[in-house]
């Protein structure tokens, strides 16, 4: 339509463009796809009001940005209690008695099992390994994004890790029950 | 570098963060020391299955068409009153059209703007969750809370034995008629049907449209209009307006 045409390809470029990396974002974080779909639309409404504040570099975080948030509001308002995860960086130090990775099992790690695994990880946790495994982000993006610091970034990915491997051990592991 | 060292090192170091020089530090230590050789392994193992593409979910269609409906309908309130002249030159351009022809085009017109305004309906009541002002499953709770708010009786049934249940119901707006809307659910699928007393007698047979990834079914029966709209499939769709139509 005439005059909508610029924010028109904007929008276009901004949140559609990127619609695949937000949807799953926000499926990996709500955990089913109603709510998923929920958050991404009112991302993209929120996006659309706020196009003229992008200042056109990356929207790919620009967007992803808005959906994170979008998801954190969706969450809150639904735990009205929620406080934000504390961190308690002694508490979880790497266990030295850990068992060594069990290799065949990561090198073939399916969907499910991962998903399965991922299920026990915070939200934070998770934003933060989808947002550097699935979106490449680097400490420093994902800090922006997140709006807190690179050290908070950077120990939520080791536990996520740890947490993560510990969980498909147990789940998928030798010796569990399949 | 101690082996507990390393373990605070790993992730910066395998994710291309850690500098240079700690990054040598790390290598060195592993060459050495097969623990912490196995634990490298194990989360670059780790971080390359995750970073395959068949880890990611894709977005459904039916959410992109979601999410353009939605930016249109915004763009176009936004330049609406720019378009005010708009109504009056259609009307203008019918009556250059001989009488036969204008009545057979002025209804299939109505009827277009009236499926985009079911959409439109459909779209804004899923967004900012505003899908139902009385919600319950227990028709016997919605069907009076249209009691007073509409100068009709909607019918007001629960489908859930055969899979659609009742979830809601909301006061709506469209072709200038207040109208009931009521919800249905299918599996992960909201729909909305309206219902509102039909202008004119007589009944229409069911007739299916697509419209921005949407499905609709309309029919004239009973002296009522009635629209379902859904993103879900066709074939579901069309089992739930028959549901509706057998009373």
């Not at chain 2, 330049?79 to 299939?108: D, E, H, K, N, T």
């Not at chain 2, 909301?170 to 200038?176: A, E, P």
């Amino acid at each position: 339509m005439f005059g909508v045409g610029r924010s028109n390809e904007r929008f276009e470029a901004t949140v559609v463009q990127h619609m695949d990396a937000a949807y799953n974002l926000a499926l990996w974080l709500a955990r089913n796809e109603w709510d998923a779909e929920d958050v991404v639309q009112d991302a993209a409404l929120r996006a659309f009001r706020f196009l003229d504040r992008f200042d056109g570099r990356d929207a790919r975080a620009w967007f992803l940005t808005i959906v994170r948030n979008s998801f954190y509001s969706w969450l809150r308002k639904r735990n009205p209690g929620l406080r934000e995860e504390s961190l308690d960086l002694e508490v979880h130090d790497v266990a030295s008695d850990a068992p060594a990775p069990d290799l065949e099992m990561l090198r073939n790690l399916t969907r499910q099992q991962l998903w399965d695994a991922m299920g026990e990880l915070s939200v934070e946790i998770r934003e933060a390994l989808v947002l550097r495994e699935f979106e490449g982000l680097s400490y420093r993006e994902i800090a922006d994004l997140a709006s807190v610091p690179i050290g908070t970034v950077m120990s939520r990915l080791s536990r996520g890790r740890r947490q993560l491997q510990q969980s498909l051990g147990k789940l998928h592991g030798k010796g569990a029950s399949r | 570098m101690t082996c507990n060292e390393l373990k605070t090192y790993m992730d910066g170091y395998v994710d291309g963060e850690l500098d240079l020089v700690r990054s040598m530090e790390v290598e060195r230590h592993a060459e050495a020391c097969d623990r912490c050789t196995a634990e490298i392994r194990g989360l670059k193992a780790l971080r390359t299955s995750m970073q395959s593409p068949s880890m990611r979910f894709h977005a459904p269609e039916h959410l992109l068409a979601r999410v353009r409906a939605g930016e249109r309908e915004k763009a176009t309130a936004r330049v609406s009153w720019q378009f005010r002249w708009a109504p009056l030159a259609y009307a203008v351009l019918l009556l250059l059209v001989f009488s036969g022809s204008l009545l057979l085009w002025r209804s299939a017109a109505q009827r277009e703007t009236l499926a985009d305004q079911v959409v439109s309906n459909h779209v804004r009541s899923l967004m900012a969750a505003h899908l139902y002002d009385v919600e319950s499953t227990d028709q016997h709770t919605v069907k009076p809370w249209f009691h007073g708010k509409l100068d009709f009786a909607p019918p007001v049934q629960d489908f859930a034995a055969e899979g659609y249940p009742l979830v809601g119901g909301r006061l709506d707006v469209l072709d200038g008629h207040p109208v009931a809307a009521i919800i249905y659910q299918r599996r992960q699928h909201p729909i909305n049907y309206f219902v509102w007393p039909a202008s004119g007698s007589g009944n229409s047979r069911p007739r299916n449209l697509t419209e921005n990834g949407y499905n609709l079914i309309h029919w004239k029966s009973d002296g009522m209009e009635h629209w379902v709209i859904s993103d879900l499939n066709d074939n579901e769709l069309r089992v739930l307006a028959q549901l509706l139509q057998a009373k």
